[in-house]
């Protein structure tokens, strides 16, 4: 069993997976980035504020580590969508798309092989 990362590297952004865990599978999230490196994630965030929950993850994408953003805590898909054009310019030019949390929770068990209790 993979150990649970803390925080990230540099900016020792804490990884949101238990938080993640704790969201009602029925609601979603919107995925503002993905990166293939923890740099990348790193920067953007440095760069941004976020004045809704978001989460910090590390999954894997074809073997490698890949680093997700989500923002925000959704009841249902068209909340995400709609608050979409709420988000600062800077969030919306990422073509954030929702994501609903079941799945991601889905991928955090299984990279981390636990049931999330």
């Known amino acids: 069993m993979q150990s649970w990362p803390k925080a990230t590297a540099k900016t020792k ?5 238990m938080a993640l865990l704790k ?3 029925q609601h979603y999230s919107l995925q503002v980035l993905g990166a293939r490196l923890e740099a990348t994630l790193e920067a953007f965030l440095a760069e941004h504020s976020f004045s809704q ?3 910090v993850i ?3 994408r074809s073997g490698e580590p890949w680093y997700l953003l ?3 805590d959704y009841a249902d898909i068209d909340d995400a969508r709609n ?3 709420t988000l600062p310019v800077a969030l919306r030019n990422q073509q954030p798309w929702p994501r609903q949390v ?3 929770q889905q991928q955090i068990r299984n990279k981390f092989n636990t049931s999330g209790e």
């Open 13 to 17: 952004q804490p990884y949101g997976y």
């Open 23 to 25: 969201v009602p599978p």
């Open 53 to 55: 929950p978001y989460y």
């Open 58 to 60: 590390q999954l894997e």
């Open 70 to 72: 989500l923002v925000g």
């Open 83 to 85: 608050s979409v054009k």
């Open 102 to 104: 079941v799945k991601i």
